[in-house]
């Protein structure tokens, strides 16, 4: 009797602690429940200097933007505005900087008005390959000139993207020599548009929206936008001709995220890391799928569509280059900023070229057949 007593007494006193477990449990879980409808979702509004859903640059965008939501677990969600839904392409930096739109979408170059240096943070002509740049950017001291540079304007910059080599461009009639570019208007945006200045080209800087009907009806003689995938999207080879390469204007074009900085300051370390992580991702993304779909695209235009693709002349490559020399450093000269950016840029570039010279150039060169 006495140990049925015990065995009750026993069984009482688990099922009690079995109860006040139980109500431990549905309280922590109550407490947890509480602290996750404390966790808001924080709205950001991203602004492109894209067509929506262009190939490669939009596409890449929209990707850029979902990644975040989804790597926050929907903690910082992101709505992508193409070019004109809120503002136009070429005022991306003006609504990031004041914070009408918290993230922004673009290429450094077209921001050269605010300060001249930011088109070193885009592409050089006869510069650094997309490799080479990210290089300079994470290893050689560039991002911190980068954020130096775009520091007063209240915007942190991050690359978003990169085109990889592009080509030299869509041209109404062919281009043998220097003299041909007397008087030629040609969209292209810039350190590439101040080079054909120089050798006596009409530069116009257009948003990608506006250079089809330009070119169509005779507002441009030439254009360059990005390569075969993003070219043929446009539909460029219905209004021009002849299609050149190499783009030395643009060996590795960078695309970056502008970010204000009061936002991204107010943001949890950990969305904070989101953000850049999701930066390198779509960095290196873009890369990848343009080096993927150029050629293919390509060949569509040449065989489907009677593109003439041509090489533009050694000796005038060599004029483009000493123009490119001699106009760098006059950007540099009347410039504090962009002299110390044009120093890091060109020291990095000297020495990532030795080596290039003895291994990625060497072994293309070997690779090569005739």
């Given amino acids: 009797m006495r140990n049925l007593m015990g065995l009750g007494r026993l069984a ?89 739109a918290q993230i922004g979408h673009s290429s450094a170059y077209y921001w050269k008005g605010k300060a001249p240096a930011v088109q070193f943070f885009s592409s050089v002509p006869f510069g650094m390959t997309a490799q080479e740049f990210n290089a300079w950017l994470e290893f050689g001291g560039g991002l911190e000139l980068w954020e130096e540079v775009y520091a007063p ?12 080599a592009q080509m030299g461009g869509w041209f109404n009639k062919e281009i043998n020599s220097l003299a041909d570019f007397q008087g030629l208007k040609m969209r292209m945006p810039g350190l590439g548009g101040e080079v054909l200045k120089k050798v006596g080209a009409v530069t116009v800087n257009l948003p990608g929206s506006e250079m089809f009907t330009a070119l169509q009806t005779g507002a441009l003689d030439a254009t360059e936008w990005v390569g075969p995938y993003n070219d043929l999207a446009f539909g460029l080879y ?46 290196l993304n873009m890369l990848n799928e343009l080096t993927a779909r150029n050629n293919a695209a390509l060949q ?10 041509k090489k533009f002349p050694k000796d005038l490559l060599e004029a483009l280059r000493v123009a490119s020399d001699e106009t760098l450093k006059e950007v540099a000269a009347n410039d504090a900023m962009s002299q110390k950016v044009y120093d890091s840029f060109t020291g990095f570039l000297h020495s990532v070229s030795e080596w290039h010279d003895i291994s990625e150039r060497a072994f293309i060169n070997a690779r090569a057949t005739d």
């Fill in 12 to 100: 009482f006193a688990g099922l009690l602690a079995v109860s006040l477990v139980a109500c431990g449990g549905s309280e922590k879980a109550e407490e947890t429940a509480k602290v996750e409808k404390k966790v808001e979702t924080i709205h950001w509004k991203m602004v492109t200097a894209w067509p929506k859903n262009f190939p490669g640059l939009g596409t890449g965008a929209e990707a850029f933007a979902k990644n975040i939501t989804k790597m926050s677990d929907g903690r910082l969600d992101i709505k992508v505005y193409s070019a004109g839904e809120l503002v136009p392409a070429l005022e991306v930096f003006d609504a990031v900087s004041r914070g009408t």
């Fill in 153 to 164: 304007f209240n915007i942190i910059p991050m690359a978003a993207g990169n085109t990889g």
């Fill in 238 to 283: 219905k209004a021009a001709k002849y299609y050149y390469y190499p783009g030395w204007q643009e060996p590795g074009s960078a695309v970056e995220a502008l970010i204000n900085k009061d936002a991204f300051n107010a943001l949890p370390v950990d969305l904070q890391e989101i953000v850049r992580s999701a930066a390198a991702q779509a960095n």
């Fill in 300 to 309: 569509t235009l040449v065989d489907e569509h009677n593109v003439t693709l």
